[in-house]
């Protein structure tokens, strides 16, 4: 994943700053855990792709839709990871030797939770 020493201080110090102010740490929380669990097949591209999917219905069911469509609170950072985890399939790299559906949802899941630091969006 992407997270980089860098951004995990920087969202340290605002929690810290917050917490300093009397306000809540986190002005959102997400519920993902369940669809992250290890399970027998937490590998195969079919699993990956299963959960992608899965992630993008409830980011879309939870987080505010102006978030997610054409206007000025739209934010394209986020409608980045929702596209793509949306347009995962199993078959999604299969012309690719080099890179992988997991791998893909990895790289999402990294940009999803550097997000979730800075606009301050709890996943648990």
């Not at 700053?17 to 669809?35: E, N």
């Not at 987080?63 to 596209?83: I, S």
């Amino acid at each position: 994943m992407s997270r980089s020493l860098d951004g995990l201080l920087a969202s340290h110090e605002l929690a810290e700053q917050r917490r300093a102010g009397g306000k809540p740490v986190w002005d959102r929380r997400l519920r993902l855990k369940d669809l992250l669990a290890d399970s027998p097949d937490a590998t195969s591209d079919e699993r990956a792709a299963w959960v992608a999917n899965r992630i993008a219905e409830r980011l879309r069911r939870q987080l505010p839709a102006a978030w997610l469509e054409t206007g000025e609170e739209m934010d394209f950072e986020l409608l980045e990871v929702v596209d793509g985890m949306e347009a995962l399939t199993p078959t999604s790299y299969d012309d690719d030797e080099d890179f992988s559906v997991l791998e893909d949802l990895n790289n999402m899941l990294g940009q999803l939770y550097d997000w979730a630091d800075r606009r301050r969006v709890w996943i648990g």
